[in-house]
Structure formats: structure tokens, C-alpha cells
DNA sequence: CGGCCGATCCACT
DNA sequence: GTGGATCGGCCGA
């Protein structure tokens, strides 16, 4: 049905952009012999070493942020608030730890039934912290191109959620929302 | 080793 | 709008 992506897409420096053009594109797992689809419809980019949102600022390097250090491609999975497993996609060349959070997706199988927030993206997909570090281009978990673009003057663009503790950084204008309504064909 | 805290969510007021 | 749940990761001692 879709085409995989490329890793030059996954590679390319800027990350703000990809979580724009990540918009619209199907995430797909595949656990315990389910598949699982879900349409991204919002985004945040965090911006690496430089940015105080991100896990890696300061070049911070940790067994868990390590993950986000590898060459673009791959998933960064945490646990949040002891509970919730967040699905981020890491972009950039090995080094540069880049990546994009998935906020919320739409869920094709249930309806047009949307799923905000990332804890809940994870939970309806399958996706768990101990699947960090996974391939985006592999048997349990793929990023596929369904043709679904949106138009720029379509994506709305806001400030991140829930990092007050970033300083000026918390004002960044790297929160990408898109409002697509599913419907077959 | 102990203590603090979080890229959240839900129930309740 | 507010507060509690819940636990791995991180840091300081």
C-alpha cells in the first residue's frame, strides 16, 4: 500500500521540518502478530544538544539517551511518569541527537477514531519502552508514505507541551499539528 | 544508595 | 483547574 521511507529523509539536519513532513504518514507496528496502523497527525521536533527540551541537551549521554545518538531511522522510546511509553522518531546523522515526538495519530481500524496524547499513541500501537532503539524500517515497527500531504498553509504550529522546566526554549514554535479526518479510499 | 522528578493521563471538583 | 498515580533514570553523596 505505501512506500517505506528513505534513510536520507530520516537524515537530513533539519528536524523541524521533518516533523512537518512526517505529518500524514503511517506509522505501522507489528507485535504478537498484529498489525496496527495509525495516520500521524501531530508532532514535535526537539532539536538536540542545544535545546533544553531534549533529553540530550548538553550532549548529555546516558544508557537511555544513547538511542538518540544513532544515525537517523530508528526509534527512541522512554518511559514518562512512570507509566506512559513515548514514541519519538531519531533523525540526524549518527551524533547529532536529533529527534521527533508522535503526539497523536489516526487509528484507520477503529473508525476514525483519533488518539491524542503520546501515551496513548503508544498504547493503541503496541509500542513499549523496552522497543527503543528499534528499526523504522523493520518487521515490528515501519513508517510507510500513503500519499497523504499536507498542504503547508494546512499544518498548524504551536509551542511544545509540557516543557516549562526548557527556559526560553519552552516558547519554540516546534509543536506541528495536522487535522486529518480519516475516511476510506 | 537515596531522593527527586518527569516530552502524561485520568478522575474529580 | 487541580492533584494523584507510579517507577525508571539521573545525579549527588
Redesign the pocket.
Known sequence: MGTLLSSIFYQRSDVTLIAKELLGKALITCFDGQERIGIITET?A?AGITDR????YGG?Y????RI?YEAGGIA?V???????S?F?VVTNVAGIPH?V?I?AVVLPGLAVKAS??????SKHLGIH?SHSGLSLNGPEIRIEDYGIHPMPAQILVSK????D?AGPDKDLLYRFEFPYQYSDG
Open positions: 514535535e526537539y527540551a531534549s533529553h540530550a548529555r546516558t544508557d537511555r539517551t538518540m527512541y522512554y518511559l514518562c511518569y512512570g507509566v506512559h513515548l519519538n529527534a515526538l503526539r491524542k496524547g503520546p501515551g496513548k499513541v519502552y511544545r507541551i509540557g516543557i522546566y
